[in-house]
């Protein structure tokens, strides 16, 4: 008996091995290599590396480009999950509705989103542009606006802009989870509030919410994480200026590790910009477990 | 099956063809640039000239964006061998590069006879400490752009030999309403904002180090940041030039909606073609003004050089790359976007023809080229002034303040 189970135990790990080795390979291994380097002066063609300590994470502390960079993120990433978030849900609960044309418009929903976000990117770099957008030309064409202006070239509205085109690619992610799980939400349920008497509002609060918390939290996290490591869109939007206005963490790790070649402080600036996420993810967490333990 | 079979026997025939060209060949990986200067259907119609010279040899060539281009070189010598063997770089890297083992020293390769043929300026963007490392291939300055028939509007009879000229001549043509916005730029936080403001600084006897420490707070470097900041103030430069690079300038200007810019040679001829242009007929060209009692005129060195990465494998077959892209037959066929780096090819019809006005202005600008900072550190010094110089220009902080910063973060860099 006991032979027996020793050998299913054996089996298992045999077919487990393969997929060990590859995350070892490509997850662990890269991880700890980067844990290591940041506590070294490594430099791409510089002097041998030598170990610094945390000489590396106090400088990344201590430069205000960093602290900076991060309050730009975490604005970035506050504000666009939240409109993603109620875009996002507002238009799933109307897709939601039978009427003419609904699968055709389910189907537009998914077309932001399927897009390469460097496509997106220089797509409202096009629509905000000054002199020849379109974004400029709708608004003075119907009157919204006297004259053309300057959008991403302004530090004052340039991260609005940025965020404009996040929320506007990334929304429809949100959607579509909120169309699944909708579905997932027992017709009687509603059946059963009506005949309670609860009227719209309540059976949005009640019987909606519960239903597509979880999902949708699984969203947020997801969004979060995405958004708090943001670069590809302000590379192509304004990279990093007006005035490093839209500068986020990850162009300062860029920067640092291949702009001017310190490895071993780009690793550090890294490692903190991950930890700081982590954290972020951690809060949601515990919300969540809160919320779930309170209804 | 007789079909299936004809697809085997293909692909039979293509494998082995395929094993034997890769037995035969070598091939070559080349870094370039999308942006300014020979167009991208230029390069690749040099390479097959290339090629067909040397049916040994194929190249492989990429394209990025000048943004791109640094980080490019940078990470694929750190990713080890099988990165580049010949990469195109620019006139502010050579002393980084170079310091740090990316490219090859190719002294002993180029002809000393080649030396005095070539202008001086174009050998300073692949040299450091006496060495060379890289043979020069663009060699380029920003030029003043004026757009003819405005200016013949304005009763403007020569275009503007110094800034203060420019700003009265641009007022003129602000009053009478011709256009909104006379000049542009490409000042977005970016290089392009570097290179306008040292031809702006050099015509003001601006230096970057003096006594070894950075002065862009002092003298000429400031007054430059003053006249740059005065001229959005006045309105008579466009407040979008802030966020402009070199393709926005290009577009303003050939849309008709600028009398006077400041950009790189590529522009002169796409501006008179018709595709590209509403502008076609009216584009004048001449070197960047100068200052009153300082400078007749004024040039930044943005030339680039080709060069061979320290990890190629191929450093013959790459040089041979190299040769035939810089020798003057190649570049006199290809003089419309960018011109040649040899002296005698400037007085060849092939390069002048339909373009005088180009080269005359280009001679005049070579022989008052003047270098960015140089440093090792160039990228860092560069962000810190991008950043300081934008804040001025948005309005953000005064000239003097903005640049003593940049000043001070400078000199804490090693």
Known sequence: MGSAATARRMQAWGLLTPMLVIMVGITAWPLMRTIWLSFTSTSIGGEPAQWVGLENYWQALSNTAFQESLGHTLYFTFVSVSLELVLGVAVGLLLNQPFKGQAFARALLVLPWALPTIVNAMMWRLIDGPEYGALNALLVQTGLLEDYRSWLGDPDIAMEMVIVADVWKNYPFVALIMLASLQSVPADLYEAARLDGAGTLARFWYVTVPGVMAPLSVAIVLRTIDAFKVFDVIYVMTKGGPADSTKALSFVVYQEAFSYLRIGSGAAYAILMAGISALLIALYVAMLRKQEGST | MQQRRAILVAALVAGSLLSAAAHAEKTLSALFMAQAAYSEDDVRAMTSDFEKANPGVKVKLEFVPYDALHDKIVAAHGAGSGGYDVVLFDVVWPAEFASKGFLQDVTKRIAVGDIP???????????????????????????????????????????????????????????????????????????????????????YGGKFFTDGKPSFHLGGSLEAVQYMKASIDAGLSNPNSREYEEEDVRKVFSNGDAAFALNWGYMYNMAKDPKESKVVGKVGIVSAPGVDGKTVASAVNGSMGLGITAKSANPEEAWKFIAHMSAPATQEKYAKLSLPIWKASFSKPAVKQGQEDYVNAAAKSLEVMAARPETPVYQELSSILQKNLHSVLLGKAKPDAAMKLASDAAAKLK
């Open chain 2, 117 to 203: 043929k070539v202008f001086p300026g174009a050998w300073t963007t692949v040299s450091y400490k006496d060495k060379f490392y890289g043979m020069p291939w663009i060699l380029d300055t920003k030029f003043l752009f004026y757009n003819t028939e405005m200016l013949k509007k304005a009763g403007i009879s020569a275009p503007p030999k110094t800034w203060g000229e420019l700003e009265k001549q641009a007022k003129i043509i602000k009053d009478k309403g011709i256009v909104k916005y006379p000049v542009v730029w490409s000042w977005a936080q970016k290089e392009a904002m570097i290179c306008d403001y040292t031809t702006l600084s050099v015509s």
